[in-house]
Each structure stands twice: as structure tokens, then as C-alpha cells.
């Protein structure tokens, strides 16, 4: 069996890394200038000094990096985030702008940063480097995210929507379903599915917390935590959409469709099949980001990581309970809000699995047992995305054939993973902060 990398090794893949993200920023800021939208660095620059784009992922982050401090430090850094983001915001509301938080955060973390650096010594300045740079890639990641929506609208000016609509009806055009289900039950359960869906980073920042809540004093990190999934799944995800873009339901078959739609079908009526799709040219505003559904890959991740403490033992109920429900409604918001069809949502879900079967445990290596799960994930997302594309038609003509193929896929992984990972005793590893 393969081992894991040793403590050199991931310093100097841990440097590269850093080394990538500011040459990233600046190419993404360059690309953006050049097509006239928002840039990563202009978005930064607007946290710090302007209005955050962003109200919660900068707390997000911030708190996130507050678990590599001292309580008293804790208590520091809290109180001077709150203080600076109250001026800030009391400022903008006498000047006539809109209200908004998020640069307290923002600027205290850079500061924890750069005090850890220049004066804190041995487990608690790698702690907190450790911690801000969580943090940090935390909210860059979003910065990054959201010019690569820009990217895939110039990029793909056509979308695969016909293709997956059809290729949907193997699974009962489950978005026109939830559609009609999410209207019926009216304003509240709309408003409480689309906090759930929006604020998907804080059920995250809850979950990594408690993972977390050991690392001061004794300077213990867990071997894989959600972070670590959220960031791969936010690399790897987003290049699907320049392969398969698709803009969703409700705007290529709804209102929302800015006059580009094929008809004002969602989510009353069902398109007919149509026998020659072909791709759909559509507008420069819409982002080509529903395949796979990243939303239902974060949201299953999520709820993997509130199954067990990190000895083993089962989870607190509440953090269970709130796994499972936050992964419940936002699988009913991507749908009834139109934003998915159902094919995004099990490919989001063999995502997801593939990703966190390469890294959860480091501790055992690669073997056979990780190779199969990740190898297969990699080939079940591979034969959906090439069936979504070229046998559209039959899949919607054999929808129950069809339909009980796709869902025995992502069944089948889904059984191999908790074979693999949950179906055992096994305590995962903990190593100190100066190890990584």
C-alpha cells in the first residue's frame, strides 16, 4: 500500500500552492478587465475599502480562521472585527449607500496574519497561519468562483439544455415536479429553502468548527476535515461547466429566459421530446453553472462530514440532524426553484463522492480500496455527462430503463463509499499543527 506523502512533501506542494493563488488572482483580474466585469482583486479590494460583495463569507471566513487563536485572542480579534465593520457600516448609511458588513472581518484577518508572522512563535503562530489561510482560501475561492461564471458565459455562448431536459425525463422531470410542490406550500417554506440554499457556507463554517473545536491548545488538526472537500469540490467542479454548460429550467424553459427560452414551460408543463435537440444559443447574462449541481456536491459533503465525531463515534444528534436537513432542503431548492434538472443533481452527488474518497483518510494511503472509488467515481461522472449528451433521445423514449440506470450508478458508488469509509471502526488520525 501506497504511503502518504511525507511532512516535506506537503510543505512544498502547501508552497506551490501559494505560490499558484496570487498568479491566478492577477490572470482572472487581467481576463476580467479585458471582457468589463469585476475582477478577483477588485472584488478584494472592495472588502477591505469599499462595499463587500458579500456580507457572510467574509464572517465566514474570519471565523474559520478563529480557531487557530487563544480564547483571550479570540476575544481580541472579535471585538475589533465588530468594531471596525460598525463604523464602516454606519458610514456607508450616512453617505446614502446600501448597508453592508464585511470588512472588520476582512481586515482583522489580514492582520492576524501578519501579527502571527512577525511575532508569534512555535504552535500558535502555525496554528494561526494554518487557520487564516483556511480563512483566506475560503473567501478568495468565492472571488474566484465568481469570475469563472463570467468565464463560462463567454466562453460556451450555447447551452446543452435540450439535451438534459430530455435526458431528465428518465427521471420524471423531478424539477417540474418540486416546482409545483414548492408553490403549493407557499411563501414561508419558499423563504426558509432559500436561506438554506444562499447561505450553504455557513452550515459549512458550522460543521468545520466543530471538526475543528480541538486544535487549540494542543495544536491537533484532524487529517481531513470539510474545508479541505469545499475547496476541492470548488476546483474541480466548475470545470464541468465549460464542458456541459447548462443554465437550468426555469430559464431555458421559463420566464427567466430574457425571450431566449424554448417556451414558458416550467414548471406547469412538461416539454414534449423532441427528437433533434441541438444546442441553445442563449444570453450573455446567465451563467452555464447547473452541471453538476455543485450545490447538491457541497450539500452532500456537508452532510458526510455530520455523521461521525473525529474518534469514530457518532455525531452529536443535533449536528445529524442538521446535516440531514440542510442536505434535504437544499435538494428540494435546486429543484422546485428551477435552477436543476435532476441529472445535475446525481452527478453533483457522484462528485462529491468521488472527490471525498480521495481524501478522506489520508492516513491509509492509496491503496486498492481508495483507487476503485475514485477510478469509478471518475468513469460513472464520465458515462452520465456522455448519456446526458449523446443518448438524450433514447434515455427519454426508455425513461424507466433509463431512469433505473442512472440511479443504480450513483447507488452503486454511494454503497461502495459507505462500505469503504462508514461500514468499519476506524478512528482517523490526528497530527500536530508543525506536521503540515
Not at 73 to 90: E, F, M, N, P, Q
Not at 307 to 313: A, E, N, P, Q, T
Amino acid at each position: 500500500m501506497r504511503q502518504p506523502p511525507s511532512p516535506r512533501t506537503r510543505i512544498r506542494v502547501v508552497a506551490l500552492a501559494v505560490a499558484a493563488v496570487p498568479v491566478l488572482l492577477v490572470a482572472l483580474q487581467f481576463a476580467a478587465a479585458r471582457q468589463g466585469f469585476q475582477g478577483p482583486l477588485e472584488s478584494l479590494w472592495h472588502d477591505y475599502v469599499g462595499t463587500p460583495k458579500s456580507m457572510s463569507v467574509p464572517w465566514a471566513g474570519f471565523v474559520l480562521a478563529l480557531v487557530g487563536l487563544s480564547p483571550r485572542r479570540r476575544v481580541i480579534a472579535l471585538a475589533a472585527a465588530v468594531a471596525i465593520d460598525l463604523v464602516c457600516a454606519l458610514a456607508r448609511v450616512l453617505s446614502g449607500e446600501a448597508f453592508a458588513v464585511g470588512n472588520g472581518a476582512v481586515i482583522v484577518l489580514t492582520a492576524i496574519a501578519v501579527v502571527a508572522w512577525l511575532r508569534w512563535t512555535g504552535v500558535a503562530r502555525v496554528n494561526a497561519l494554518r487557520a487564516v489561510a483556511l480563512g483566506a482560501l475560503l473567501i478568495l475561492a468565492t472571488k474566484v468562483g465568481d469570475v469563472w461564471l463570467h468565464v463560462t458565459v463567454v466562453a460556451r455562448p450555447e447551452v446543452f439544455d435540450e439535451y438534459v431536459m430530455l435526458a431528465d425525463h428518465a427521471l420524471g422531470d423531478p424539477s417540474w415536479l418540486m416546482g409545483r410542490v414548492v408553490e403549493a406550500l407557499g411563501p414561508v417554506v419558499y423563504a426558509v429553502l432559500h436561506w438554506v440554499y444562499i447561505e450553504l457556507p455557513v452550515a459549512a463554517i458550522v460543521v468545520a468548527l466543530w471538526q475543528l473545536r480541538r486544535v487549540v491548545p494542543a495544536g491537533l488538526w484532524p487529517s481531513h476535515y470539510l474545508v479541505r472537500t469545499f475547496l476541492v469540490l470548488g476546483l474541480l467542479g466548475p470545470v464541468v461547466y465549460l464542458l456541459f454548460p447548462v443554465v437550468g429550467p426555469m430559464f431555458a424553459f421559463g420566464v427567466d429566459g430574457h425571450g431566449l427560452q424554448l417556451g414558458n414551460y416550467w414548471p406547469t408543463v412538461v416539454p414534449p421530446i423532441d427528437p433533434d435537440p441541438t444546442p441553445l444559443p442563449f444570453d450573455s447574462a446567465t451563467p452555464r453553472n447547473c452541471m453538476p449541481s455543485m450545490h447538491t456536491a457541497w450539500a452532500l459533503a456537508v452532510f458526510l462530514h455530520t455523521r461521525r465525531d473525529l474518534d469514530g463515534s457518532p455525531a452529536p444528534a443535533w449536528l445529524r440532524w442538521g446535516g440531514a436537513f440542510w442536505l434535504v432542503a437544499t435538494l428540494v431548492a435546486t429543484l422546485g426553484f428551477g435552477y436543476h434538472y435532476g441529472v445535475d443533481l446525481v452527478a453533483g452527488a457522484v462528485l462529491c463522492l468521488t472527490v471525498e474518497s480521495a481524501l478522506r483518510e489520508p492516513e491509509r494511503g492509496w491503496g486498492w480500496f481508495r483507487v476503485r472509488l475514485v477510478a469509478g467515481g471518475a468513469l460513472t461522472l464520465a458515462a452520465l455527462l456522455l448519456s446526458y449528451r449523446y443518448l438524450s433521445v433514447p434515455m427519454a423514449e426508455y425513461s424507466a430503463l433509463s431512469g433505473t440506470l442512472v440511479l443504480a450508478s450513483l447507488a452503486g458508488l454511494a454503497a461502495a463509499f459507505h462500505a469503504t469509509w462508514f461500514a468499519r471502526d476506524h478512528t482517523p488520525a490526528l497530527e500536530p499543527a508543525a506536521a503540515r
